[in-house]
């Protein structure tokens, strides 16, 4: 892999971070939010640090391959050996509305595998970055995870309003954000994260390296191994959890996530 100068990628995702805060901190006015497609808005903010961010990542490494939000597709990049997997702004409803739990999300993927990772969450003044083989952290602080051996009374990130009356589970703050969700499991403020249902691998490629390198386990909704730079773009949803917790949320959950990819 060509070498790659880590201390300029977490200034450029501060950069990147430090342009989105400055949106979130003026306020986003409602003609700069519209719907992409049906249920998924964007703001002129993730577009400017999308910019932002395949300008500079793409002068530090020039013959990797390019996946993001907010960029046209191009099958190109799977012929690529490196490949950044970028959201501008990840969480981008409790961006809009103000709310805390967004961050810019950056993966660097070498054949499939997330070897760097980065979450900047200005608006929580935390920066999560995690290296492949050698160390994850959260505002410098190196982090765990989760070490529960029991499902039941997990700690799931979930709103109040969606809670079902039969839960078995403990719910704590939800930020609109997956990947900080999935970091909360990495630093043992939740034992659990899932997602049933399609969804896209620049919502999960950076928090998953943070969450596995600091021990938590990380598949796609029915168990299986993740890989990054498919043909879509797509991993049918994510499990984050406890090392010891992984195998009863399978089992658990393995039954509603096959009956919903039969329907799709």
């Known amino acids: 892999m060509a070498e790659v100068d880590y201390g300029q990628l977490v200034t450029i995702a501060k950069?990147?971070?430090q342009l989105a805060m400055a949106g979130w901190s003026a306020g986003v006015l409602s003609n700069d939010v519209w719907e992409k497609t049906p249920g998924h808005i964007v703001s002129s903010v993730d577009i400017a640090v999308d910019d932002l961010l395949k300008q500079r990542l793409n002068?530090?490494?020039p013959d990797a391959g390019w996946l993001s939000e907010e960029t046209a597709d191009d099958s190109a990049r799977q012929s690529k050996d490196l490949?950044?997997?970028v959201d501008p702004i990840d969480g981008t409803r409790d961006f809009v509305k103000g709310k805390t739990g967004w961050a810019v999300s950056i993966a660097l993927v070498k054949q499939g595998v997330p070897v760097f990772g980065i979450l900047e969450a200005p608006a929580m003044a935390e920066t999560?970055?995690?290296?492949a083989g050698r160390y994850t952290e959260v505002n410098g602080r190196a982090i765990t995870a989760s070490k529960r051996t029991r499902y039941d009374g997990s700690r799931i990130p979930l709103d109040t309003a969606d809670l079902?009356?039969?839960?078995?589970l403990s719910p704590v703050p939800k930020p609109n954000s997956i990947a900080l969700r999935m970091?909360?499991?990495a630093d043992d403020r939740a034992d659990l994260v899932a997602s049933i249902r399609w969804g896209y691998e620049w919502d999960i490629a950076a928090a998953h390296l943070i969450a596995s390198e600091a021990g938590a386990h990380v598949t796609d909704a029915l168990?299986?191994?993740l890989r990054y730079n498919s043909e879509h773009g797509k991993a049918f949803g994510v499990l984050c959890t406890a090392e010891k917790i992984h195998g009863a949320a399978v089992e658990r959950l393995s039954k509603i996530a096959a009956d919903v990819l039969a329907r799709d």
């Open 164 to 168: 079902p009356s039969d839960i078995d």
């Open 15 to 17: 950069e990147a971070g």
């Open 59 to 61: 002068k530090l490494l």
């Open 83 to 85: 490949l950044w997997v």
């Open 223 to 225: 168990g299986n191994e």
């Open 128 to 131: 999560w970055i995690a290296k």
């Open 183 to 185: 970091a909360m499991v």
